[in-house]
């Protein structure tokens, strides 16, 4: 059943944006929130916005509305704004295209960007020397564009962004594990920040809320970070 009413006012959040959508080849998966994934419900991916926020998407070919709760990462394909259910696309009338240019108002925030990773003692090393950790009240999140047993392929993605002017560029090290990611990014400049990577040809990426923590950075413990995802 779709969601009718609202107590908060809508808010235009994007505009002649692509929406598409996913159903019976991904029915009953897991989504990057945590919840299982059911194409009949009126729910929908995006990369950026923080779970449970409610977005009425507006077809601006067929000038149909629906209203969705996003509980998923994606669209993974480049162009592409917002993935919705199926339930969603059909309200939409973009079954038989499989895509739409469509409107995003917001007409609730979520109250949260997903389950919290606490990585507390995670060993951060700048890419650059220069590079510096800084916080603001402002939120702050991570880009991670990728994740390595092998430290060699991480600094080959880390030396691609480098050669393509992206900035701020981190290796954080954990249980052999290292994760490239361009940290520290204001919640202003996020949306940008993702725009840019998509246009470089960077679609594989997962969005990580910072928050006060502890870190090691270089061997020198500092008051940080966790990492919400």
Known sequence: MAIASFASAEELYKTNVIASYYGEELNGNKTAS?????????????????FNTLVKVTSLVTSKSVVVRINDRGPSAPGRE???????ASDLGMIKSGTARVSMEIIQWGTNNGPTTDVSG???????????????????????????????NAKVLADKLNSQGFKNIAYQSEDGITRVVIRDVA?????????????HGFDDYLVRQRKLGSVTEAGVEVARLSIEQ
């Open 82 to 88: 917002i993935d919705v259910s199926k339930a969603a």
């Open 34 to 50: 945590g919840e299982v994934f059911n194409m009949n419900d009126y729910t929908a991916a995006h990369n950026t916005l923080p």
């Open 187 to 199: 919640a202003s400049d996020l949306d940008y920040m993702v725009d840019a990577l998509k246009q």
């Open 122 to 152: 995670v060993v951060e090393t700048p890419y650059e020397e220069e590079s510096k950790i800084y916080h603001q009240e402002e939120k702050h999140y991570d880009i991670q564009l990728g994740a390595y047993s092998d430290f060699s």
